[in-house]
T-cell receptor, first 115, second 110 residues
C-alpha cells in the first residue's frame, strides 16, 4: 500500500516568490492535514481538509492557503515568501471522517529553503 | 490555548538502560493523546493513542501511560535502533487538528 507522497521533496526559492506543494494521501483516506516543522517552533498545524472542505485552519497569515481536490489530493500555496517560511512542510492523511483516532500517516515532507 | 511540553529536550542512554520521557499537557477537553516517532529526514510515524487517564499501551520496548495532566513514554532495555525524536500531541474535543510538543531527541549508544 503506497504511503503519503509529497512533491517536491526539496526546493529553494527567493524572498517574494510563491510556492506550491503537493500531497497525495493514502488511497481511501479523505482527510488531509498540513503541518509546518521548524527547529524553533516544532510542528505547527496549518490546515485540514475533508472532502474538499477546509474544516480547520491554524494561526498562519493569509499568505498560506490550501485546497483539496475531488480525488483527495491536496496542494498548499505560500505567496510572497519570507525567510521565516523556510521549513519542512509535512502532509498527513487520515482514514477517519471525524479525525477521532489521531492516527495520522505522514509523508516525508517538502523542505523549503527561502533565500 | 492547548499546550504540550515535553521533557527532557534530549536524552542520551546506553543500550539496555531504561528511562522515561515526559509529556505534560493542558487542553480544553482531551479527545486523545498521541505519541509519534520521527527519524531524521522522515515524517513522524504513529506509535500510540491514549484516551483516558489510567490507560496504558505497549509496543515492543515502549509503553505509554496517561494521567490527567501528563503522559509518559517508558523505554525498557532500549537498542540503538530506538534512537529518534519522540513527539507527543494532543487533540481537543471537537478539534480536527493535533497540537504537538517540541519532542525529545533520544540517542541510544551501543
Amino acid at each position: 500500500k503506497a504511503g503519503v507522497t509529497q512533491t517536491p521533496r526539496y526546493l529553494i526559492k527567493t524572498r517574494g516568490q510563491q510556492v506550491t506543494l503537493s500531497c497525495s494521501p493514502i488511497s481511501g483516506h479523505r482527510s488531509v492535514s498540513w503541518y509546518q516543522q521548524t527547529p524553533g517552533q516544532g510542528l505547527q498545524f496549518l490546515f485540514e481538509y475533508f472532502s474538499e472542505t477546509q474544516r480547520n485552519k491554524g494561526n498562519f497569515p493569509g499568505r498560506f492557503s490550501g485546497r483539496q481536490f475531488s480525488n483527495s489530493r491536496s496542494e498548499m500555496n505560500v505567496s510572497t515568501l519570507e525567510l521565516g517560511d523556510s521549513a519542512l512542510y509535512l502532509c498527513a492523511s487520515s482514514r477517519s471522517r471525524d479525525f477521532n483516532t489521531g492516527e495520522l500517516f505522514f509523508g516525508e515532507g517538502s523542505r523549503l529553503t527561502v533565500l | 490555548e492547548d499546550q504540550v511540553t515535553q521533557s527532557p529536550e534530549a536524552l542520551r542512554l546506553q543500550e539496555g538502560e531504561s528511562s522515561s520521557l515526559n509529556c505534560s499537557y493542558t487542553v480544553s477537553g482531551l479527545r486523545g493523546l498521541f505519541w509519534y516517532r520521527q527519524d531524521p529526514g522522515k515524517g513522524p510515524e504513529f506509535l500510540f493513542t491514549l484516551y483516558s487517564a489510567g490507560e496504558e499501551k505497549e509496543k515492543e520496548r515502549l509503553k505509554a501511560t496517561l494521567t490527567k495532566k501528563e503522559s509518559f513514554l517508558h523505554i525498557t532495555a532500549p537498542k540503538p535502533e530506538d534512537s529518534a525524536t519522540y513527539l507527543c500531541a494532543v487533540q481537543a474535543e471537537g478539534a480536527q487538528k493535533l497540537v504537538f510538543g517540541q519532542g525529545t531527541r533520544l540517542t541510544i549508544n551501543p
